[in-house]
T-cell receptor, first 117, second 114 residues
């Protein structure tokens, strides 16, 4: 079975604060892929990052950074100096082989981030 | 701007109506997807088309009927829907069919069934 847990349902911060969104995953597959997507009020899911299970290097892209730790099955996402435009629902997702042999994409339940001015 | 275009953006229909949702992408992607998303929930997979053939149907009721006329287009035909089918319907595409790459999503069609 595979599962993605985003324990934080909703986070509210004030602009310029740093914020970390947690993601913990479970899978029996040894080759898997992790993703983060942003869903603003417009509805579209915007791809942010893809990481494969063999690449544990942390990544930084502007104000965004990702911390992948295989030992704790976590793939956390940090926004530095948050801005109002960062307000959205953020989904963590896992692509892995299921027991059926089919590869499936499993989304976490999402974390709603509200950045107050 | 998204490279996956969905129309209409909003649709209101009665339970006896027949309507269609349309999705188009011109990125040359060969895998296309329909997802359903209820409020405050993650997207749920409905159908996958790979090289214009239906490869996955996640036990979706027959009142939803997908169609892939060509590699750029994906339709979802709706008939005799129920109020609980009201949701955001998202189309997505992916370059290959091995399921390892990222999905590119459209903005969705928000459906209300009265």
């Amino acid at each position: 079975a595979q599962k993605v847990t985003q324990a934080q349902t909703e986070i509210s911060v004030v602009e310029k604060e740093d914020v970390t969104l947690d993601c913990v995953y479970e899978t029996r597959d040894t080759t898997y892929y992790l993703f983060w997507y942003k869903q603003p009020p417009s509805g579209e899911l915007v791809f942010l990052i893809r990481r494969n299970s063999f690449d544990e290097q942390n990544e930084i892209s502007g104000r965004y950074s990702w911390n992948f730790q295989k030992s704790t099955s976590s793939f956390n996402f940090t926004i530095t100096a948050s801005q109002v435009v960062d307000s959205a629902v953020y989904f963590c997702a896992l692509s892995a082989l299921m027991d059926t042999g089919r590869r499936a994409l499993t989304f976490g339940s999402g974390t709603r981030l509200q950045v107050q001015p | 701007d998204t490279e996956v275009t969905q129309t209409p953006k909003h649709l209101v229909m009665g339970m006896t109506n027949k309507k269609s949702l349309k999705c188009e992408q011109h990125m040359g992607h060969r895998a296309m997807y329909w997802y359903k998303q209820k409020a405050k929930k993650p997207p749920e997979l409905m159908f996958v088309y790979s090289y214009e053939k239906l490869s996955i149907n996640e036990s979706v009721p027959s009142r939803f009927s997908p169609e892939c006329p060509n590699s750029s287009l994906l339709n979802l035909h709706l008939h005799a829907l129920q109020p609980e089918d009201s949701a955001l319907y998202l189309c997505a595409s992916r370059p290959g069919r091995d399921g390892t790459g990222e999905l590119f999503f459209g903005e969705g069609s928000r459906l209300t069934v009265l």
